[in-house]
């Protein structure tokens, strides 16, 4: 299995996305306009826009596994992606019929989703998760690879809300790098496992039923073009 993340090597010059970018057309930002989120004092909007501006594509634009995987055993409906980067993923499920809602805390990023929809329905909104989450109930709601370098970023506590927007009958879809992001390689970073995310979802076992938790190798290619295995730990919970 090949990277459709982060690591995944970008596919080419075509994307053109410049530095004057805002959130993209029908795009909320209720994260304001300066880049930082009120009241975190986090680095976090400078950081991911810096990422995103480094380069004109980041990600390989593929959808992830995991996600894909969940989705196809799905009927469309609402999905919230969170921390959706260039919108691989939100791409993929708006082709499938889903209604999306594309959330990142990065102007560029939701401005790259925007283009890559094309007239999908795609609603982008601009949250710092950390502050503010989107309003309403999904059927299906993923978080892939939802990490920040800040010690800070409450996952958990986001994670927890993400559960708590999934609809009666809907999916919760957590995927996470284990071990080594890719882009890290390097020094081993002790990730949250699969069971870590369990825990600190903390679902009651009479409303959700837990349908996949596991580690999951796949190959992924790093910065210096390498490619290496890394564990994506994995945690898929139906609302009951
Ligand atoms: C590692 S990338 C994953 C992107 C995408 N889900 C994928 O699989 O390719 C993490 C994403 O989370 C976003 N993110 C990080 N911290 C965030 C926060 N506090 N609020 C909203 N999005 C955040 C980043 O901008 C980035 O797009």
Redesign the pocket.
């Known amino acids: 299995m090949t990277d ?3 690591g995944g090597a970008p596919t080419g010059p075509d994307d053109t996305t410049g530095p004057d970018e805002t959130a993209g057309a029908g795009g909320t930002d209720r994260a304001g306009e300066s880049g930082r989120a009120a009241g975190t004092g ?1 680095e ?1 909007p400078e950081f ?1 826009e810096g ?2 501006r480094s380069r004109p594509q980041v ?1 390989s634009g593929r959808v ?1 596994p995991a996600l894909a995987r969940a989705a196809r055993a799905l009927r469309p409906g609402t999905a919230l ?6 919108g ?2 939100t791409a993929w499920l708006a082709e499938r019929g889903w209604t999306v809602t594309a ?4 102007a560029t ?1 939701l401005a790259r989703v925007a283009r890559r929809v094309g007239g999908f329905p795609v609603a982008l909104e601009r ?4 502050v503010t989450f989107p309003a309403g109930g999904f059927d299906l709601v993923s978080a ?5 370098l800040d010690d800070a ?1 409450p996952r958990a506590a ?1 994670l927890r809300r993400a559960a708590s927007a999934v609809a009666p009958g809907g999916t919760l879809l957590v995927v996470g790098h284990g071990g080594l992001a890719p882009r890290g390689w390097g020094a081993p970073l002790r990730m949250p496992t699969a069971d870590d995310v369990l825990v600190a979802l903390a679902l009651d076992p009479a409303a959700w039923e837990v349908e996949r938790r596991e580690s999951v190798e796949r190959v992924s290619t790093g910065p210096d073009g390498a490619e290496r295995s890394v564990p994506d730990e994995i945690v898929q919970a139906r609302r009951r």
């Open positions: 459709g993340h982060a986090s976090a991911w990422f995103y990600f992830n992606d969170l921390g959706a980067g260039e691989g993923d959330v990142d805390i990065s990023a949250h710092d998760l950390a892939q690879y939802l990490h920040s970023f986001i």
